[in-house]
């Protein structure tokens, strides 16, 4: 069965730093594009960044851009999510997810809330 | 950035009707990379439609997606007990790769 499993969620204070883990299985993770997706309480989902198959290609949402990294390892079936410099408005559900074609696939996600 | 505006913002309706969809880009989309989502309370989105009119894999045929540059349109022919749910579009042509606002579609 296809999996994503995201980690490293929970509370941190404004100014604060967590890493985001998605573990992969059941697919070919190193041949997709992966993307990170954040929905706050209440709210749709935000695109947050996405990276190419073999980290060639990375981009960012004006929002995260110079506080969030998004990185993967291929041989480890993971992707990341570095946060830096956390804000009350980073509060939200983070997914991991593919880009959408044939088939796509979402983790089921891990809270983040930053308050003092 | 692309601002993608989906009408309505609620859409009530009764099991066995035909709904429809609507999503506007702010400009033209390359390529027709549009996609819809579903949301039920509690879970992650879930993929309908990709290419702004092509089913995903295991999505029943009662969903389809049409439109071309700036206008795209999803229905769904007869609303089943677990089609009430709230929907998004995503543009993929550009970044940053929006989300619309969504629509809820409730029982009426």
């Known amino acids: 069965d296809v999996q994503l499993v995201e980690s490293g969620g929970g509370l941190v204070k404004p100014g604060g730093s967590l890493r985001l883990s998605c573990a992969a299985s059941?697919?070919?993770?190193?041949?997709?594009?992966m993307y990170w997706v954040r929905q706050a309480p209440g709210r749709g989902p935000e695109w947050l960044s996405s990276?190419?198959?073999?980290?060639?290609?990375?981009y960012y949402a004006d929002s995260v851009q110079g506080r969030f990294t998004i990185s993967r390892d291929n041989a480890k079936n993971s992707l990341y999510l570095q946060m830096n410099s956390l804000r009350a408005e980073d509060t939200a559900v983070y997914y991991c997810a593919t880009p959408p074609t044939e088939i796509a696939f979402w983790g089921q996600g891990t809270l983040v809330t930053v308050s003092s | 950035e692309i601002v993608l505006t989906q009408s309505p913002g609620t859409l009530s309706l009764s099991p066995g009707e035909r709904a429809t969809l609507s999503c506007r880009a702010s400009q033209s989309l390359s390529s027709n990379y549009l996609a819809w989502y579903q949301q039920r309370p509690a879970q992650a989105p879930r993929l309908l439609i990709y290419?702004?009119?092509n089913r995903a894999t295991g999505i029943p045929d009662r969903f389809s997606g049409s439109g071309s540059g700036a206008d795209f349109t999803l229905t769904i022919s007869r609303l089943e007990p677990e089609d009430f749910a709230v929907y998004y579009c995503?543009?993929?042509?550009?970044?940053?790769?929006?989300f619309g606002p969504g629509t809820k579609v409730d029982i009426k």
């Open positions: 995503q543009q993929y042509g550009s970044s940053p790769r929006t």
């Open positions: 290419d702004a009119s």
């Open positions: 990276i190419s198959s073999v980290s060639t290609y990375i």
């Open positions: 059941g697919f070919s993770f190193s041949t997709y594009s």
